[in-house]
């Protein structure tokens, strides 16, 4: 059985980028200020040009619409949703649409929460 490798990032206040393994990160964590930062778990996906894939990145993903019968890209937003895993979180409005991984075609990284958060408008 394949076991995606645990990794994490950490943007800080400072709006600089850490990415380390479990132990470091735990070093890291233990010197600052719980609001100083935001940790972000590595999916264990990579997208079409083999770029690691972390909740709050912001991906152009491709879907099958089941009920339009076509295919559509969307923006979404990568989240851990308890009940069904990795998901991305689509906006429209004030409104959500949650899409799962396994729904998914095509997924490309194209930003983050922190340093493009307009690309989900």
Request: aromatic fraction near 16%; charge should be neutral; glycine fraction near 10%.
């Amino acid at each position: 059985m394949n076991q995606r490798p645990i990794k994490f990032r950490v943007w800080d206040i400072k709006h600089k980028w850490w990415y380390n393994d479990v132990l470091s990160l735990g070093v890291f964590c233990g010197n600052k200020d719980k609001d100083d930062f935001a940790i972000q778990q590595f999916t264990g996906l990579k997208d079409k040009n083999g770029k690691d894939i972390y909740e709050g990145d912001i991906c152009n993903i491709r879907r099958y619409q089941h009920l339009d019968k076509i295919r559509k890209w969307i923006v979404g937003e990568v989240i851990w949703g308890c009940e069904h895993g990795w998901n991305f979180r689509t906006y429209y409005g004030k409104d959500f649409i949650g899409t799962r991984f396994t729904e998914v075609e095509e997924i490309e990284v194209i930003g983050n929460i922190f340093e493009n958060p307009e690309l989900l408008k």
